[in-house]
């Protein structure tokens, strides 16, 4: 019970524990292969560990979609028995989360897109650290994936897919991305059939695969010293195979404009239009990200809503990002619409882009963007789990160590030529697909 205490009021010091402006990110690579970032913290008793791999939606086999997501989520369904490097006995779902519970250790993890893995939260005192550590370092190289909890956990998958085949938004959305990106594995999603065919025998050939010590990237910031996130790294990746190299992943092509309208009793139209455009560690990231703040990315003040919404009230909402990924990451813009607007609302949008390709921000806009851009920064980086998640990325994506250092500069220099030239190579209107859910074309 004092543990649990300590735990709690650990967590919530985690609140006010102040962020630096400047991180020291120390990086190394174990014997193994796998790749170390840590941050050395001591405000707080706490460590926070990530430990990820190239085992996202994105190394689906063909007509297994679903796969990377679910090997993920039956790491912890139980472990094995194994006598190698040392004799462990096996331990079931319940007996892990009882585990972690005593030495109030909080574990969580997750499959995207390009990546999947584990995280840890423990006290970083030597005792609930190393049993927190030994356990994640089981969960992620001995799981056991019992038949019982695999039919589980399919059925639970596959009423969500018939749960989302039901809704706009996630019928606009998977929709958006096969087109956009058609035979390449960022246009595939679950269906029933490609869940109903995975069977334990592909978990644990994508587990093998897949989770490799020559490809964990470990990212760690607490009360630990280097040389104890060393041994921890160490520990978490000693059970763990090396892993063959990886087939090359098929590029992505960038195809000409398509639409597809599909109807839907919905009240109101979902759109989304755009086109895959950048990969991470892209050199027009800042441009692109700055000037995608006064084109749709800033709320109330940037021009989609002003053009959408205030100027002619077709949308509440109006929307648009880049999501970089390993490869080329789409730009999307969004917005819902009465059914009897959409034509006008996707033509009020598709103006404001072009119009944004031709000109470009103003000074002003420009000027507010980096305001606001710079002015948060500090809350991107106020907790120790929010520098875990962005050291994780800089492990998994080679970005360069001082990313989180040089980005208010980054951010500062970013004039209207190079965002213009930025959005000119990565957004052109002939190539923007669309898609349009609620209402037949």
């Not at 956990?153 to 929709?175: F, G, H, L, V, Y």
């Not at 087109?179 to 994508?206: K, N, Q, W």
């Not at 607490?222 to 160490?234: F, I, K, N, P, S």
């Not at 998994?396 to 209207?416: E, Q, S």
């Amino acid at each position: 019970m004092m543990k649990r205490i300590l735990f709690v009021f650990a967590m919530a010091l985690t609140c006010l524990a102040p962020a630096h402006a400047a991180l020291h990110i120390q990086s190394w690579t174990l014997a193994n292969g796998a790749k170390v970032l840590f941050v050395e913290n001591h405000s707080i008793p706490v460590l926070d560990i990530s430990v990820e791999f190239d085992a996202g939606a994105r190394r689906d086999p063909q007509g297994k979609s679903g796969l990377a997501a679910l090997t993920n989520a039956m790491l912890a369904r139980g472990v094995h028995e194994a006598t190698t490097p040392m004799a462990e006995p096996a331990m079931t779902e319940a007996q892990i989360s009882d585990a972690f519970a005593d030495i109030a250790a909080q574990r969580g993890g997750g499959a995207g897109t390009d990546r999947a893995g584990a995280t840890l939260r423990t006290l970083s005192s030597s005792t609930e650290r190393d049993a927190a550590v030994s356990l994640l370092a089981r969960i992620l190289a001995q799981p056991g994936f019992p038949e019982n909890f695999l039919e589980r956990d399919k059925a639970r998958m596959i009423a969500s897919i018939k749960e989302d085949e039901t809704k706009p938004e996630s019928i606009a959305s998977k929709a958006f991305w096969k087109l956009m990106y058609g035979t390449h594995p960022y246009g595939d999603h679950e269906t029933v059939e490609s869940v109903g065919s995975i069977a334990r025998d592909d978990l644990v050939s994508f587990h093998r695969a897949h989770y490799v010590a020559n490809r964990a990237v470990i990212a760690m910031i607490g009360d630990v010293t280097r040389a104890e996130a060393d041994t921890l790294a160490q520990q978490l990746t000693l059970r763990l195979p090396q892993g063959a190299p990886l087939p090359p992943m098929q590029p992505v092509e960038i195809a000409p404009a398509r639409e597809e309208w599909i109807p839907h009793p919905a009240s109101q139209a979902h759109i989304f239009t755009g086109m895959p455009a950048i990969a991470r560690g892209d050199p027009d990231y800042f441009p692109l990200m700055v000037g995608n703040y006064t084109l749709g990315g800033g709320g109330f003040v940037s021009r989609l809503t002003r053009e959408v919404r205030e100027k002619r009230g077709l949308s509440y909402s109006v929307y648009s990002y880049f999501n970089p990924l390993a490869q080329p990451g789409p730009f999307e813009a969004g917005l819902q619409t009465r059914k009897e607007q959409t034509n006008e609302a996707l033509k009020v949008v598709r103006d404001t882009v072009a119009a944004f390709l031709h000109d470009g921000p103003t000074q002003q806009e420009l000027q507010a963007a980096k305001d606001n851009l710079i002015g948060g920064f500090a809350l991107r980086i106020d907790n120790n789990r929010k520098i875990l998640d962005n050291i994780a990325a800089i492990g998994f994506y080679n970005l360069p160590l001082d990313y989180l250092d040089t980005w208010t500069a980054k951010v500062a220099k970013v004039t209207i030529p190079e965002i213009k030239a930025a959005f000119r190579r990565k957004i052109a209107l002939d190539k923007m697909s669309t898609v349009v859910v609620g209402k037949a074309k």
